[in-house]
């Protein structure tokens, strides 16, 4: 399956984003979706998870009660909706998509989209 995230951006604390991940390739519905997130000179970090029905999610705490992770099977779409956006939350985010249930670690996602930067301003 192929991943294009996109809806990156320079925001201002406080504010919003929301970040789309299109998929193409293979039944969407097949994989679980995650969003990670990398800043430079640090591992790729786990922020949120979905089920392939979207029935199940879990978030990273540093996220928890701000982000929403969601997807739409019918359009083949993954969302990350961003609230309350913080300076620290400044990095570059990559959907990815695996075969199974609930995975935290990178290296248990098979498929990458290629990163959109979000940057929050104080």
């Known amino acids: 399956v192929q991943l294009q995230a996109s809806g990156g951006g320079l925001v201002q604390a406080g504010g919003s984003l929301r970040l789309s991940c299109a998929a193409s390739?293979?039944?969407?519905?097949?994989?679980?979706m995650g969003w990670f997130r990398q800043t430079p000179g640090k591992e790729r970090e786990f922020v949120a998870y979905t089920s392939w029905s979207g029935g199940s999610q879990n978030y990273a705490d540093s996220v928890k009660g701000r982000f929403t992770i969601s997807r739409d099977n019918a359009k083949n779409t993954a969302y990350l909706q961003m609230n309350s956006l913080k300076p620290e939350d400044t990095a570059v985010y990559y959907c990815?998509?695996?075969?199974?249930?609930?995975?935290?670690?990178?290296?248990?996602?098979?498929?990458w989209g290629q990163g959109t930067l979000v940057t929050v301003s104080s």
């Open positions: 390739g293979r039944t969407f519905s097949y994989y679980a």
């Open positions: 990815a998509a695996r075969r199974g249930g609930y995975g935290v670690r990178p290296q248990e996602y098979e498929y």
